[in-house]
């Protein structure tokens, strides 16, 4: 049974804190899906993830291409968890099923802490998965750095 984190962005936007959260997942030897709600958002990720580093990119693809199982990270729009993911990751505020928590490695759950509605729907999930019996822990990083601040 994997846990969900819930990662509260206070100081940096999804995409600067994106790429460090999906190499530490490929290193534990994960396939990582990043779920969005928007694909034009997506679209959005998919160009930071070519650029995040002069030494580098993050290996991905965007769902729907021709070589999808072969992407060690896939973007989807799609509520449909792709064959083989160990690791979903939602970015701006995407749905996620008690189902794929306890089915998956580990679920991410980024959330914008300046958005109001965002933080609104951070919490939802937190008590839906909570209550439904979803191990879960929350990060925050107001302080500078990455800190647990609650686990269920």
């Known amino acids: ?13 999804v995409e600067m804190v994106l790429p460090s959260l999906l190499e530490r997942a ?25 650029t995040h580093s002069d030494d580098g990119f993050l290996p991905h693809g965007m769902a729907g291409g021709a070589h999808d199982d072969a992407q060690p990270i896939l973007l989807s729009p799609s509520a449909e968890l792709p064959p ?8 701006d505020g995407a749905d996620i099923a008690l189902g794929e928590v306890t089915a998956l490695e580990r679920v991410c ?14 919490r939802g999930q937190w008590r839906t998965l ?3 019996g979803a191990s879960a822990q929350y990060w925050s990083e107001e302080s500078g ?6 686990e269920s």
């Open 84 to 91: 083989g993911i160990a690791c979903l990751m939602s970015v």
């Open 26 to 50: 490929l290193g534990a030897g994960w396939r990582i899906c990043i779920r969005g709600g928007n694909a034009v958002r997506l679209e959005a990720l998919d160009l930071a993830l070519w």
């Open 1 to 13: 049974m994997g846990a969900a984190y819930f990662y509260h962005l206070t100081r940096r936007p």
């Open 130 to 132: 909570t209550r439904g």
């Open 145 to 150: 750095k990455w800190e647990k601040k609650a």
């Open 109 to 122: 759950i980024l959330f914008d802490g300046t958005d109001d509605g965002a933080l609104e729907k951070a």
